[in-house]
Nanobody
Framework: QAQFVESGGGLVQPGGSLRLSCVVS???????MGWFRQAPGKEREFVAA???????NYGNFVMGRFAIFRDKPNLTLFLQMNNLKPEDTAVYYC???????????WGQGTQVTVSS
């Protein structure tokens, strides 16, 4: 079964930065990987994805503030988040895409709180 271990979240002031990490099981790292987030009372939403070739795409709200990248030898997916805003507050999850669909298996996520 796929395993995700997300980390790197925390409390940061508006305008600050965080780098999220997700260590994944080897069997799934060869797929398109992505980040999602879920704020209280809201549905989970897409944040970013990266293909095996390194091409990234982002949710409209990102507007150049985030960067997704992967460290293949260490089976780790990253999300560098800059210029954070209070509306970025959410639990962030990583996931992978298989046969055109995102997995329905989720890890515990990592909490990001942006507040002064």
């Amino acid at each position: 079964q796929a395993q995700f271990v997300e980390s790197g979240g925390g409390l940061v002031q508006p305008g600050g930065s965080l780098r999220l990490s997700c260590v994944v099981s080897e069997g799934i790292f060869g797929n398109t990987m992505g980040w999602f987030r879920q704020a209280p009372g809201k549905e989970r939403e897409f944040v970013a994805a990266i293909t095996t070739g390194g091409s990234g795409n982002y949710g409209n709200f990102v507007m150049g503030r985030f960067a997704i990248f992967r460290d293949k030898p260490n089976l780790t997916l990253f999300l560098q988040m800059n210029n954070l805003k209070p509306e970025d507050t959410a639990v962030y999850y990583c996931n992978y895409r298989f046969n055109g669909l995102w997995s329905d298996h989720w890890g515990q996520g990592t909490q990001v709180t942006v507040s002064s």
